[in-house]
């Protein structure tokens, strides 16, 4: 079984407009993290945003925040206000345990966005 | 320099060529990590390294041989390549205290093409 669903392979949104990035996850670990990246066409992931399980509010990083909803092991990403360099692959990851070890990160296989004018 | 480096950017290799991907942080990180991506398929990682030491293997062929001399640079070796082995391999580093959970920094990538 699939550790990180990303439902939607492609999406199209107005600029302006909000988007919600779907990603479910699967873990039995009490102890987990959740990311997103942004993976421009120039290749390189860059980080946006990060979930700890045991947070209580949901993160929120400038027009980023993170919609976790626990007890569905759900953790969108929404971006309001889209702008056209928002255009890019996203990727939702999780990494399980307490990081008293380097844990790699496991990653679902994307969603690509396209921000249209 | 900042953040993470990667060099070379782009290599072309033959199948009986060797090469080697070099990844510096500038991050102060003691943690380093290789992932591979592959067309239409999620990231897989590859190889972690914690304080220098291996930490974890995803059964990688041994056609790739990782290398960590210190806690800012690692290198992926590389021999004998297929060409499935064609991908983008991205470096990332992190730290690692213990109880604590700590976003990854990607470098920009080696994007690789085995003929």
């Known amino acids: 079984a699939q550790k990180i669903t990303q439902t939607q392979p492609g999406m199209f949104v107005q600029e302006k407009e909000a988007v919600t990035l779907d990603c479910t996850y699967d873990?039995?670990?009490?102890?987990?993290?959740l990311f997103w990246y942004k993976q421009p066409s120039s290749g390189e992931m860059i980080f946006l945003i990060y979930?700890?399980?045991?947070?209580?509010q949901n993160a929120t990083e400038g027009r980023y925040s993170l919609n976790f909803q626990k007890a569905r092991k759900s953790a969108n990403l929404v971006i309001s206000a889209s702008q056209l360099g928002d255009s890019a692959m996203y990727f939702c990851a999780m990494r399980e345990g307490t990081g008293g070890g380097a844990d790699g990160l496991t990653f679902g296989k994307g969603t690509h966005l396209i921000i249209q004018p | 320099e900042t953040g993470v480096t990667q060099t070379p950017r782009h290599l072309v290799m033959g199948m009986t060529n060797k090469k080697s991907l070099k990844c510096e942080q500038h991050?102060?990180?003691?943690?380093m990590y290789w992932y591979k991506q592959s067309a239409k398929k999620p990231l897989e990682l590859m190889f972690v390294y914690s304080l220098e030491e291996r930490v974890e293997n995803n059964s990688v062929p041994s056609r790739f041989s990782p290398e960590c001399p210190n806690s800012s640079h690692l290198f992926l070796h590389l021999h004998t390549l297929q060409p499935e082995d064609s991908a983008l391999y991205l470096c990332?580093?992190?730290?690692?205290?213990?109880?604590?959970?700590?976003?990854?920094?990607f470098g920009p990538g080696t994007r690789l093409t085995v003929t």
């Open positions: 991050l102060g990180h003691n943690a």
């Open positions: 990332a580093s992190s730290q690692d205290p213990t109880g604590t959970i700590y976003e990854q920094y």
């Open positions: 873990t039995s670990d009490q102890s987990y993290g």
């Open positions: 979930q700890g399980s045991y947070d209580e």
